[in-house]
């Protein structure tokens, strides 16, 4: 992990739009990224599937950018520390696939990652209130999950304002993710709403520059971060 973690906003490509046979050189095209974004995805818990912890510990020897590791997996308190082990400055587990949500964070901790929960769009975040402390960053899914290049759902946006608002009034200093459709035309709303950091796959592979893809939507962001 960084000593010095990045300041809101951070923008994190999601590699899942990049080219898997070329991932070296796909990740050279985005060192600004304040975080790189891997999908682990496991055919059961969303009908997709993408690769394993073999992978992503390549990913991790090669990248320059730490990694934020999003799993859509079944059984995350059986497979997530692992992620962990191998050195992703960030885990994220979905709160529907966990059996103990606050022990798997707990032992991510201890394992040196950031402890991330994330949430299908149709499920509620008051559950969250109360266990806020446990965890370094919770992530509203703006589509639902499994596969890139779909619409952003704006009806996710006033459940991450409650979320922001109950954060800010606990003083929690919780991140605050967004995954999803985010792209120079949506990621303002998410910010508005109490985003602070915005995964985005094809708004960052789609384009020639990536890297000037990244300080474009940075700066959208930023003005208009909600605190
Ligand atoms: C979807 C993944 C996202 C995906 C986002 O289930 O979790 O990280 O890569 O892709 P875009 O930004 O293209 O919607
Ligand atoms: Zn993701």
């Given at each position: 992990m960084p000593d010095q973690l990045p300041a809101a906003p951070r923008i994190n490509p999601s590699?899942?739009?990049?080219d898997f046979v070329n991932m070296q050189a796909e990740l050279d095209r985005i060192a600004t990224a304040d975080f790189v974004h891997v999908d682990v995805m496991d055919?059961?818990?969303?009908?997709n599937l993408t690769f394993g912890p073999q992978m992503v510990e390549r990913i991790q020897a090669t990248s320059p950018v730490p990694l934020d590791v999003h799993l859509m997996i079944d059984d995350p308190d059986r497979w997530a520390p692992g992620y962990a082990e191998l050195g992703a400055a960030s885990v994220t587990f979905h709160l529907e696939a966990a059996h103990e949500p606050v022990w798997l964070a707990r032992r991510l901790r201890e394992l040196g990652a950031r402890a991330g929960v994330a949430v299908k769009p149709?499920?509620?975040?008051?559950?969250?209130f109360d266990i806020?402390?446990?965890?370094d960053q919770i992530l509203v899914m703006?589509?639902?999950?499994?596969?890139?290049g779909q619409g952003f759902m704006a009806e996710t946006m006033p459940k991450l304002r409650r979320l922001a608002d109950e954060a800010h009034r606990r003083g929690s200093a919780v991140w605050l993710q967004v995954d999803g459709g985010i792209s120079e035309s949506t990621i303002a709303q998410a910010a508005q709403a109490g985003a602070d950091t915005f995964v985005a796959g094809s708004a960052v592979f789609g384009k020639d520059d990536p890297d000037a893809a990244i300080a474009a939507l940075r700066a959208i962001a930023g003005d208009h971060l909600h605190r």
């Open positions: 590699i899942l739009a990049a055919n059961h818990f969303v009908p149709a499920t509620p975040v008051e559950g969250l806020l402390d446990d965890f703006t589509v639902e999950p499994g596969f890139g």
